[in-house]
């Protein structure tokens, strides 16, 4: 489903500073319904491998596909059909703050050309499979962090993509509730959905049977089978 072949990412120098390797020759691929952690401190470039899936960023060399396709070769009017397979997850939730939970989901189904016929239909089953029916009609300061990641999740399945990228999802959640959301993107995960996990939570990884694909400083990574990977 998902492949780096021989990938770099290099930003030039700037003032005189040296060029920053986030990638150098990193290979790696991520088949249909897996769930996957991509482990990282800090400015490791969790958040640019997230760039470069979704297009936002372009490779400095090598080449990333998507369900077979190259993604550099996906031409600007058709970026948007592979983002509508890829829902995205944001630490930091990107609600609108004058807009209930309802509302926040609705918006974006509207934008999408969604018929109010589906969005009537569409938004209770996603407000119900992220557990948040009986919220529908409060806005996000009236929810804890949990469930403002909740709300996000619920907006990152409107397309039904093949792919969620969740990256640092419980960053800003308390940490009492920071399993809740992990199992909630497993729950997902189970229904057949891709999940990359990314995340700088030794509690999480430890916690976590899962593959780990960790980024190291040098731009290389260490790919680590489901269960061996320790921190």
């Known amino acids: 489903m998902i492949s780096f072949d021989k990938v ?7 003032l005189a500073k040296k060029e920053n390797v986030v990638f150098k020759d990193v290979s790696f691929k991520v088949d249909k319904g897996e769930f996957v952690l991509i482990a990282g401190k800090s400015g490791s470039g969790k958040t640019t491998l997230f760039k470069l899936l979704l297009a936002e960023e372009k490779p400095t060399s090598g080449k990333i596909s998507f369900n077979g396709k190259e ?20 630490q930091d939730y990107k609600l609108l703050p004058n807009k209930t939970v309802y509302e926040n989901i609705s918006f974006i189904m509207e934008a999408l050309g969604i018929s109010d016929e589906d969005i009537n239909r569409n938004v209770p089953e996603l407000l119900e499979r992220v ?19 909740r709300v996000a999740i619920a907006r990152a399945l409107i397309c039904n993509p093949d792919v969620i990228l969740a990256d640092e999802p ?6 009492y509730y920071t399993m809740d959301i992990v199992n909630l993107l497993s729950k997902i995960n189970s229904s057949g959905i891709t999940v990359l996990l990314a995340t700088h939570d030794k509690e999480i990884i430890n916690r976590l049977s899962k593959r780990v694909i960790s980024i190291k400083d040098d731009g290389t990574i260490k790919d680590e089978a489901s269960g061996k990977f320790r921190l």
């Open 8 to 14: 770099s990412k290099i930003y030039p120098a700037h």
């Open 131 to 149: 557990g948040l029916s009986d919220r529908a009609y409060h806005c996000p300061h009236e929810l804890s962090g949990g469930e403002q990641q």
């Open 170 to 175: 419980t960053g800003n959640v308390d940490p």
């Open 71 to 90: 993604i550099s070769k996906i031409s600007s009017s058709k970026i948007y059909q592979l983002r509508r397979k890829i829902g995205m997850i944001f």
